[in-house]
């Protein structure tokens, strides 16, 4: 059961951290990424408290990454989507729920491990949270770099290649721990 859970959470981090738009639709929804962490988080509820907490923060994910499927292209300056102002407090309920659902499943899997005496694992999920904790962070600060063209560009880039490699493995490490955690009787 613990392999399907990894599995799900595995299809759910690829469609929440990867992103490509055609034409302003989005070909990897997050809508579709948090509904494999719900399925996901649903096979692992048994396996730790920390699942149940991060389902709880994923419902409001699932209807708040609608609004991110379509985003019309920017013709210059500042743009704020077509929720307008409203889009503020959005983005920023998201990065707040968003960063609570990865600590939580992090957590998660890290009490699987300490329960299991798997110690190379929980060192593995604390690190992976920090990277991805800091990657978050990192993204805000581009904002910042709009500012600053060539140095805007070269942070973006930065970033970019950054998240690639966290993203690679993290996918990596939800495959060891659907090899290595098991359900305990």
């Known amino acids: 059961m613990n392999e399907n859970g990894f599995n799900k959470l595995y299809w759910g981090f690829l469609f929440t951290m990867l992103s490509f ?11 579709v990424g948090y509904l494999f962490f719900a399925a996901g988080f649903s096979n692992l509820i048994s396996s730790s408290n920390y699942f149940s907490i991060a389902a709880k923060y994923n419902i409001p994910m699932i209807i708040l990454s609608l609004f991110s499927f379509y985003q019309g292209p920017v013709q210059a300056g500042i743009h704020l989507g077509s929720l307008g102002i409203l889009s503020i407090p959005l983005a920023i309920t998201c990065f707040v729920l968003n960063l609570l659902i990865i600590y939580n499943l992090f957590m998660g899997i890290k009490d699987m491990a300490e329960n299991q005496e798997q110690s190379d694992l929980v060192t593995a999920s604390d690190e992976k949270w920090t990277q991805y904790k800091l990657l978050q962070i990192a993204a805000i600060f581009s904002f910042v770099f709009i500012f600053i063209p060539l140095l805007g560009v070269v942070y973006i880039i930065g970033i970019l290649v950054v998240s690639i490699i966290i993203t690679i493995g993290i996918l990596g490490f939800m495959k060891r721990c659907s090899e290595s955690l098991y359900t305990l009787k």
Do not use: E, S, T
Not at 21 to 31: A, K, M, S
């Open 21 to 31: 738009r055609i034409q302003g639709f989005d070909i990897l929804p997050d809508v």
